[in-house]
């Protein structure tokens, strides 16, 4: 990820450079030395006028232009080549991140259907203890009694061994 961020500094400043470059270019050649010969006008119903523009001039003005709108061009491609490979970045993150939560989500929703069966599996199986637990209350009653004749027992016993 930095080499990329590096690349599109490194063309960034190129594409300034390179601009600085064309304007100085077509600075120079606005104000540099002008060589000033006269320029007859091709209309046939004006008279004859002189320029004070040379047609070396123009020809390095033109040029100029050229080079601006080659270098605007360039930078424009360098631009958009820049931003389609920060879009691509950027939408390959976008299906990663989507991917991930799908991931997680897909874990969750297993989890969750697992937590599930086996709380409904514990539930199930309090409901049959409670069931069979019911009879209970019956065989507690009939301890108890066989407790107590035991208990009497065990005294009519200790009562009689003890006599003599």
Do not use: W
Request: one cysteine or more; aromatic letters at 2%.
């Amino acid at each position: 990820m930095e080499s990329k961020e590096a690349t599109s500094s490194e063309t960034l400043d190129h594409n300034h450079q390179i601009a600085q470059e064309h304007h100085e270019d077509r600075h120079d050649a606005l104000t540099g030395n002008s060589d000033t010969c006269i320029i007859e006008t091709e209309d046939s119903s004006l008279p004859s006028t002189s320029s004070p523009i040379s047609q070396k001039e123009i020809l390095r003005a033109v040029e100029v232009v050229e080079r601006d709108s080659l270098a605007i061009a360039d930078s424009f491609s360098s631009l958009f080549a820049s931003l389609r490979i920060a879009l691509s970045e950027v939408s390959s993150r976008s299906v990663d991140h989507v991917q991930c939560f799908n991931d997680a989500a897909g874990r969750l929703q297993e989890s969750a259907l697992d937590t599930a069966t086996k709380g409904n599996l514990y539930i199930n199986s309090c409901l049959r203890l409670n069931e069979e637990m019911r009879g209970i209350d019956t065989l507690a009653v009939q301890l108890k009694l066989l407790r107590r004749n035991v208990d009497a027992l065990d005294t009519a016993v200790t009562t009689l061994v003890r006599l003599p």
